[in-house]
């Protein structure tokens, strides 16, 4: 009985430490209307100390933060996505370039333009990858949708 009991503990433990994945980057969105079919959608990440995005513009290295959305014939996406925060550039040598990446808080801002006056959705996805002094987590793909009215 012992033995069964003490199998049965090891077992928990050992999913219960594989469940506590880390998870270092919260992510809100927001559509901010800027006139009758214009459109701001505002992805904000909040990164835990002492972990770093990266910027969607890093060339070589790390995987860039990007920005995908799902075709909807009624939106169109216009230009690359502004990138609000302190941005900070350091040479890494394991990735053996300039890094550019934020700390803390980041706002992805990209402006939609709708083709007609009608409620409608963006959808898509983020993909970003976060890195600390020690280590780096595999690139994540954050799922997103918001009504524009």
Known sequence: MKKIFVICLTILVALNANA??????????????????QYDIIFTANVEAPWH?????VKKGPVPTSIV?????LVMVKGAAKEIGSLEKHFDKNFGAEIAYFSNK????????LKAVVKT?????IQYMVCNDERCLPPTKVPFELAIQ
Not at 20 to 37: D, G, H, I, M, Y
Not at 53 to 57: L, R, V
Not at 69 to 73: D, L, S, T, V, Y
């Open 20 to 37: 506590q994945r880390l998870n270092p980057v919260k992510w809100t969105f927001e559509a901010v209307k800027k006139s009758e079919k």
């Open 53 to 57: 995005i990266y910027s969607q513009f």
């Open 69 to 73: 959305f799902k075709k909807n014939a």
């Open 106 to 113: 980041v706002q992805f801002v990209q402006t939609v333009n």
């Open 121 to 125: 959705s963006v959808s898509g996805e």
